[in-house]
């Protein structure tokens, strides 16, 4: 049990007792988040379930998503978030379509849309398409009939907080709206244990004395449970810009190991002994240098795209150019991995059925957005290959991510039956069963020569070569029979 997962369960009791009492007495403050994606459902829930004296309501156009929060499975995949909503729903955690009555109750509103790259129009493929933030301050605008403290909790570029204000004040003279900046930083898979102890909780404002008072007003929700020293303020424009900034230098990280992956393959260097010899020097640190098959996830790409975008729009070039490096190399190494499955398969694919471990972005969650394994998967089938993919939560969301080429890919649950009569398999997401499976028993069952590409490094590959397989890690020299 993961400890934010055991202090979960040991608060809940004294929690539901607080509930209880909670439902006899009026809410202190009428909450409302519009968006009920990955990061507004867990979100919201962890406010309501560290702040039972909170009305938490979350609403989306979606009504197939409302519908799914409302139920028993809900619509993602996050180990501790049942826990969590199972203890706040229907006392102080509600889920509904109905945005206008949301609006006309809160004094507080998040406002946690998507806001994916732009695929149209100038800036496609670059810059953050905008229009599903701009309804939805449009409908604040227009529904609002008492004062509001407007939360961005998007990500989105610099100056948003300017159009949104501008929006805000047009047409609705009747009433204030205070404009914050409250980016999330919580990582998919971890959301829960994020949530309720984050490194940091960013809030950006005006510094005027209203300003300051609504800034006020967020920064009490967080010091329920949050220290006051992790609560940081600043001015808005820092507060937007620091989250795609926090993005890009993760995925940097990324990419330079990568980078340096694909030298050692060169080189006979190992990447493990290598990010292990840098991340021990306490000024680089050890986290996020897992050489793997490339990052996905919907943030990285996205954040640093659009960050380009805007160095641009700002006549830095140069700026622009290094951060985009770090797309490219992430391109790069996806490339590379479908090279090497290539090469060292005789230099043909044609027919052969492939195995892929895992299709979700990472470890711990059901996403698939811009997974390493949907690029992978179109390149193997481009190659004739015959595709298995199994994956204990992405299946789903893989069978939508590859419709149109279902006619080559056999989606299962269980990995034995997904490597049998397979002549390779390649992990892609570093799954914890995949490290324990009976790899006797699987190499038994697999076309000869086998081989195992291990985009994660997760596995013994020492101990699987010695059963038979050609070994084929990141940033380490293959181990082969030939
Ligand atoms: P998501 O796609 O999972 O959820 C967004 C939700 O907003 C959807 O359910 C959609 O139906 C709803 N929506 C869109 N327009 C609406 C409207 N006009 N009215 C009501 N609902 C509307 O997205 P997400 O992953 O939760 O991301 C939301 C924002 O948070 C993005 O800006 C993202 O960059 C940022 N973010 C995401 C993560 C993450 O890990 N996913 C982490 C940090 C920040
Ligand atoms: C990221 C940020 O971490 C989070 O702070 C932000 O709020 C949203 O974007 P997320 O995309 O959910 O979170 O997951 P993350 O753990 O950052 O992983 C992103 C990708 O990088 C995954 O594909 C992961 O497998 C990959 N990764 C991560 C590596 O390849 N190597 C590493 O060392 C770490």
Not at 288 to 293: D, G, M, Q
Request: net charge negative; proline share 4%.
């Amino acid at each position: 049990m993961i400890p934010a997962e055991a202090g979960i369960q040991n608060a809940t009791a004294q929690r539901n007792n607080d509930v209880e009492k909670g439902s006899m007495m009026k809410f202190e403050r009428n909450i409302l988040c519009i968006g009920a994606g990955y990061v507004g459902g867990p979100t919201m829930a962890m406010i309501a379930y560290k702040c039972p004296q909170y009305r938490v309501t979350v609403v989306d156009i979606n009504p197939e998503r409302i519908r799914q929060w409302n139920s028993s499975n809900l619509p993602i995949f996050e180990p501790g978030l049942e826990e969590v909503v199972l203890a706040c729903r229907e006392k102080n955690l509600f889920f509904s379509t109905d945005i206008e009555k949301g609006i006309k109750e809160a004094e507080i509103i998040f406002v946690s849309v998507n806001t994916p790259t732009k695929s149209f129009g100038a800036g496609a493929g670059m810059a953050a398409d905008l229009q599903y933030w701009e309804k939805t301050a449009r409908q604040i605008r227009d529904c609002a009939e008492s004062p509001k403290i407007v939360v961005e909790k998007s990500t989105l570029p610099v100056k948003t907080s300017l159009a949104m204000e501008r929006i805000l004040s047009g047409e609705n003279d009747r009433v204030y709206f205070d404009v914050l900046s409250n980016p999330e930083f919580l990582a998919e898979g971890t959301a829960i244990k994020d949530l309720e102890n984050p490194d940091r909780v960013l809030i950006g404002s005006h510094e005027t004395k209203r300003a300051l008072k609504a800034r006020e007003v967020l920064v009490e929700i967080y010091s329920n449970w949050v220290d006051r020293e992790k609560i940081i303020t600043t001015n808005l424009w820092s507060s937007e810009l620091s989250k795609l900034a926090a993005n890009a230098f993760l995925a940097q990280r990324i990419s330079s190991i990568n980078a340096i992956s694909a030298l050692c393959e060169k080189t006979d260097a190992d990447i493990g002994e290598v990010a292990t010899a840098i991340g021990m020097d306490s000024r680089v640190g050890d986290k996020f240098l897992r050489a793997s098959v490339g990052f996905g996830g919907s943030c990285f790409k996205k954040d640093i795209l659009n960050l380009v975008y805007l160095c641009r729009y700002y006549g830095l070039n140069e700026v622009a150019d290094y951060w985009e490096g770090v797309v490219r190399i992430n391109d790069y190494q996806k490339d590379r991995f479908v090279l090497n499955m290539l090469n060292a398969m005789f230099n043909t694919l044609a027919g052969k059925r492939i195995c892929l471990f895992g299709f979700a972005f990472k470890a711990n969650t059901g996403d698939t957005r811009e997974s390493p394994g949907i690029f992978i998967a179109r390149e193997l089938v481009e190659e004739q290959a015959e595709l298995v993919i199994t994956d204990p939560e992405a299946l789903e969301n893989a069978r939508v991510d590859l419709k149109d080429i279902e006619q080559h890919i056999t989606y299962l649950d269980d990995p034995y039956e997904a490597a049998e009569g397979s002549h390779a398999i390649a992990v892609l997401t570093e799954w914890e069963l995949y490290r324990d499976l009976d790899y006797e028993r699987i190499y038994q069952s697999m076309m000869k020569p086998a081989f195992i590409f291990d985009g994660r490094n997760i596995l013994d590959h020492r101990r699987l070569f010695a059963m038979g397989f050609n070994v084929f890690p990141i940033g380490k020299a293959p181990l082969t029979h030939f």
